[in-house]
T-cell receptor
Framework: AQSVTQLDSQVPVFEEAPVELRCNYS??????LFWYVQYPNQGLQLLLK??????LVKGINGFEAEFNKSQTSFHLRKPSVHISDTAEYFC???????????FGAGTTVTVRA | DTEVTQTPKHLVMGMTNKKSLKCEQH?????MYWYKQKAKKPPELMFV???????INESVPSRFSPECPNSSLLNLHLHALQPEDSALYLC???????????????FGPGTRLTVL
């Protein structure tokens, strides 16, 4: 079975500073990886996904992530954050032909002026 | 259009009440999901419907009863809930079908349920 570990539960960051959210997964087979964002009192919104191909994936709102098979990681980055990026971020993994998304515990990003 | 809608936004119910949560999508998706999310936790999968048939039931108590009346609608019927069932209930959909199961799940805004 696959699992996801988000290494940071809380990440405080100043506005216009870069941010990196770490995600590691464990699986003995090929996986598909996602980052979702949840703003306060809202549902989940897809930021980006890796299914195959280029290991550097660009998403919405200036986010990008790099799939590293040897490190079993899928870290999310943004070079310059805004106050509006304050939210909960979830890394998720699924297997081929599997409906089940396994979510990490989440990382709370708080952006301060 | 990647919108999944859910009604109501908020619901307060007593332990003896019967209520229903509704979810709708018009993206032609054939897989629909119910998740439960407690505060500060990730979503937990409850049910998956594929082509209007129940595909996955994650050992959810029978006081939660899902229904998929057609390819666009998904309901969750609630009866005799407990206070610990209070949570955000999220609906999601994806294209579904052979070869596309790993496609993106699109989430609705959720229904915040409080059981008194």
């Amino acid at each position: 079975a696959q699992s996801v570990t988000q290494l940071d539960s809380q990440v405080p960051v100043f506005e216009e500073a870069p941010v990196e959210l770490r995600c590691n997964y464990s699986s003995s087979v090929s996986v598909y990886l996602f980052w979702y964002v949840q703003y306060p009192n809202q549902g989940l919104q897809l930021l980006l996904k890796y299914l195959s191909g280029s290991t550097l994936v660009k998403g919405i709102n200036g986010f990008e992530a790099e799939f590293n098979k040897s490190q079993t990681s899928f870290h999310l980055r943004k070079p310059s954050v805004h106050i509006s990026d304050t939210a909960e971020y979830f890394c998720a993994v699924t297997l081929s032909n599997d409906y089940k998304l396994s979510f990490g515990a989440g990382t709370t990003v708080t952006v301060r002026a | 259009d990647t919108e999944v809608t859910q009604t109501p936004k908020h619901l307060v119910m007593g332990m003896t009440n019967k209520k229903s949560l509704k979810c709708e999508q018009h993206m032609g998706h054939r897989a629909m999901y119910w998740y439960k999310q407690k505060a500060k936790k990730p979503p937990e999968l409850m049910f998956v419907y594929s082509y209007e048939k129940l595909s996955i039931n994650e050992s959810v108590p029978s006081r939660f009863s899902p229904e998929c009346p057609n390819s666009s609608l998904l309901n969750l019927h609630l009866h005799a809930l407990q206070p610990e069932d209070s949570a955000l209930y999220l609906c999601a959909s994806s294209r579904g079908g052979s070869g596309t199961v790993t496609d993106t799940q699109y989430f609705g805004p959720g229904t915040r349920l409080t059981v008194l």
